[in-house]
Each structure stands twice: as structure tokens, then as C-alpha cells.
């Protein structure tokens, strides 16, 4: 499992008006006790949530008018946990088991072909009930970390609202960045990736984490153009890699790629984009999407452009339901750091980002509830975040709504404090 570092936190609500109430504590699998990664943790009935770390950790804060409503926890190959807010909300460290869920994976070796393809057609004749189809909002919290080799060179968290399309519109995203803190940058540029930003312009990782959300993006780009049409099937092939269950539902894990990397097209490539989507048998929606783009030869020529399973670039994005829909509550990004170039021999020097976006609230209703995300006033696309300017505010961010921190954050902090604490950087640099 690749190594994401996560932190969250709670949008959409002014604290300073009433009680919290804190649920703090673990999420496990109750046969191995082993950690549950990025189970969603939310209050049954309403848009707000959050999500356990790698370690199965997790905070949530949730305004005391909540108290008699009830947590529910869920996760793809586990039964979802339920109990009721006020008879944890004294609990100092709660542990949540969640019992698993195991389908025999004997099934899957005789699955037949047909039925595989008709599951991939109920997904794409599906897409438009699944999924909003009107303009909504999320609220968010954004980290973006910057590595070169395996230490940690620049930071940079964001409070965010994203104003969505509905999945008919051809619009894009638009993103207000609410608040801002950021470290010290000791990302090493050369005249290569300079004169590269002076042509194209900078590039601002937001907009690029919110492309990996394929049930948006599927129709928008080139490369995507074919997934989750009408011509999807003809234009992909397909393998069944496992079934799981949540909540004695079935949950079909498939993978896919293009035919010109295999079969008809026999082409011979350097690298190949995998696609998985986790598919719910009853409705038919994708709950889960991952991407990468692989290097499948020359590994040794590309040292300089792979990490984590040779990838070049990887993305996860994960799917909740809420009012009949489908939406998204986390988002993981791994790219190449358009920075100083790695040595091409040995592949040491090379710098990459890992972002991370966490969907705290989903607002669905535009009267009152919303204000909404004008283009002009919206985060510019073609500018690094971390060049934009915003006050550093640490009376919000004392008050903000933060999951207890995965433990490689702590490595960052070590590796992004010279002299200076990372709380002094963010007031330098938010001045």
C-alpha cells in the first residue's frame, strides 16, 4: 500500500457558536486487528464526514446538536458499524471493529465473460442516476507535501470549497481557497523547469487532483474520452480481479486498460495506464477508482520518472452516498514535481508531490445554503498554490477540525524544520 499522508478535518460549520463533540479513536478489522485504511466515518443521514488514516485513525468533530443522531462507519470488504452519538461522545479513545467480509474468491475463476461486460454496461447506462446531476459544493481540506527522493521539501495546507457541474455539464470545477498556510520551499529547480513554467505557466496541483474523479473527467480529456461511454467496452479490455463485500452486498474489483497496449492493437509501449474501479452489484455505481500510470519496460533507463509500483503518476479516489448520489470524500494523488530533473543514471534527485483532498461537506442545495464560487474570485489554474498569496490566520486554524496525524507527517515536520518551526514558517510566509 502506497504511503499517503492524510490529515483531516471538519468544513462547513462555525464552531465558535455552540459545543463539539470529539470522537476520537481507531478503526479495525475485528478478525486481525489490523488497521482499516480510509474507512469513511460520517453521521448517518447527512453529508458530513470524515476518514481514518493509515493507521485506522480518525477525529471527528461534530457540532453537540448531533448528539442524538448516530456514527456510521463503512468500508469496502467490511459490515458497516452504527451506534449512537451520545453513548461514545465521552469515550477518550474509541475502538471501532468492523467485522470483514469475505466473498470465496473461487467464484471469480469461472466468472463468465458476459456477465463481466454486463456489469461494465449497467455501470455506464447507470452513470446519470448515480451521480448529481446539478451543480453541488464541497467543502474540503487540501494537503499538498513535495518530496525529493524520500525527503520531504515543502508543505502546504488549504480550507477549499469546490463548486461541481452536475455530470451532464461540460463545465470544469471552480475552487475558492478560503484559507492557506504553507512552509518553507526547498524544491530545486533548474533552467529546464523554469524556462518549462515560463511558457506553459505554473501549475496549481488543485485542479490536477480534482481530474482523478473519473466519473467527471471520464468525457473531458483524450485519454479518458472512451471510459464510461457508449463505446467503453470496445475500447478497453477488461479482467475481474476480485469480489468483496460491504454490508452483504457484492462489490466487483475490475480492472482495465486499453486494447492497443494488448490484443488486437499488439502494440509494444514503455508504460501502460491500469484503471480500477470497485463496483456496488446492487446500484451499480463505482465507489472506489484508481489509476496508474506504469512503467512495464526499460526500468532501468527510467529510474529518474518512477516511484511507488513504477508509477509515473497514481491516483485513488473514493465514493460515499449521499440523498440517492454518489459523491467523493478523499482523493490521493502521486505525480512528478515539475522541478529540478533526477539524475538519469541513477534516478536520484527526482521530486514528486503526494496530495491529498479530504470532502468534509457536501452541500446539494444552491438556495441559501451555498455562496456560490465565482470565476473571477476562483483559485487561478495556471498558478502554483504556493506562489498565491493569502494570510496566514492561526486563530482559524487553532479551531480547525484536524484528524490526529498519520505518523510519516511527523518525518515531514523533521525534514521541513531548519532552525525554524513549521508554525514560524507559516507566519513568515503568510504575511
Not at 160 to 169: H, L
Not at 305 to 318: A, L, P, Q, R
Amino acid at each position: 500500500m502506497k504511503k499517503i499522508i492524510l490529515v483531516f478535518i471538519l468544513l462547513g460549520f462555525n464552531y465558535c457558536y455552540g459545543q463539539v463533540i470529539t470522537i476520537s479513536g481507531k478503526v479495525l478489522n475485528k478478525n486481525q486487528l489490523e488497521p482499516v485504511l480510509f474507512a469513511n466515518i460520517a453521521v448517518k443521514g447527512f453529508p458530513i464526514g470524515v476518514s481514518s488514516n493509515e493507521m485506522g485513525e480518525f477525529s471527528f468533530h461534530v457540532p453537540d446538536f448531533y448528539g442524538k443522531d448516530t456514527l456510521s462507519v463503512s468500508a469496502i470488504g467490511f459490515k458497516s458499524f452504527e451506534c449512537a452519538i451520545n453513548q461514545i461522545s465521552k469515550t477518550d479513545s474509541l475502538i471501532i471493529c468492523l467485522d470483514e467480509q469475505i466473498y470465496e474468491l473461487h467464484s471469480v475463476i469461472v466468472f463468465p465473460e458476459d456477465e463481466l461486460k454486463d456489469i461494465i454496461k449497467n455501470v455506464t447506462k447507470n452513470i446519470k442516476k448515480n451521480y448529481p446531476k446539478r451543480t453541488n459544493l464541497l467543502n474540503g481540506f487540501y494537503r499538498e507535501l513535495t518530496l525529493r527522493d524520500n525527503n520531504y521539501t515543502r508543505l502546504i495546507e488549504a480550507a477549499i470549497d469546490i463548486q461541481r457541474p452536475g455530470i451532464n455539464s461540460t463545465e470544469g470545477n471552480l475552487v475558492r481557497v478560503n484559507e492557506l498556510r504553507k512552509s518553507d520551499s526547498y524544491i530545486e529547480y533548474d533552467w529546464k523547469s523554469k524556462l518549462f513554467n515560463k511558457i506553459n505557466g505554473e501549475r496549481n496541483q488543485l485542479y490536477s487532483i480534482l481530474v482523478s474523479d473519473i466519473i467527471y473527467s471520464h468525457n473531458k480529456t483524450y485519454v479518458t474520452k472512451d471510459i464510461l461511454t457508449n463505446n467503453f467496452i470496445n475500447s478497453y479490455d477488461f479482467v475481474l480481479e476480485n469480489i468483496s463485500m460491504i454490508d452483504s452486498i457484492r462489490v466487483f474489483e475490475i480492472r482495465f486498460f486499453d486494447k492497443k497496449y494488448y490484443g488486437e492493437y499488439d502494440g509494444n509501449f514503455v508504460t501502460i495506464e491500469n484503471h480500477w474501479i470497485s463496483v456496488r452489484e446492487d446500484s451499480y455505481a463505482i465507489i472506489k477508482y484508481e489509476f496508474k500510470l506504469q512503467i512495464v519496460k526499460n526500468f532501468d533507463k527510467l529510474k529518474y520518472v518512477n516511484f511507488e509500483d513504477n508509477c509515473i503518476v497514481s491516483c485513488t479516489v473514493y465514493y460515499k452516498e449521499y440523498e440517492g448520489k454518489y459523491y467523493p470524500y478523499l482523493y490521493e494523488k502521486m505525480t512528478l514535481a515539475n522541478a529540478k530533473y533526477a539524475d538519469e543514471n541513477t534516478g536520484k534527485g527526482k521530486q514528486y508531490m503526494k496530495s491529498t483532498l479530504l470532502i468534509n461537506n457536501i452541500v446539494t442545495k444552491r438556495s441559501d445554503e451555498y455562496e456560490k464560487v465565482k470565476k473571477r474570485f476562483s483559485s487561478p489554474a495556471d498558478v502554483d498554490l504556493y506562489n498565491q498569496d493569502f494570510k496566514y490566520n492561526p486563530a482559524f486554524w487553532s479551531n480547525y477540525n484536524i484528524l490526529q496525524l498519520n505518523p510519516i507527517y511527523k518525518q515531514a515536520k523533521q525534514d521541513l524544520e531548519f532552525g525554524k518551526s513549521l508554525e514560524e514558517q507559516f507566519i513568515q510566509n503568510g504575511k
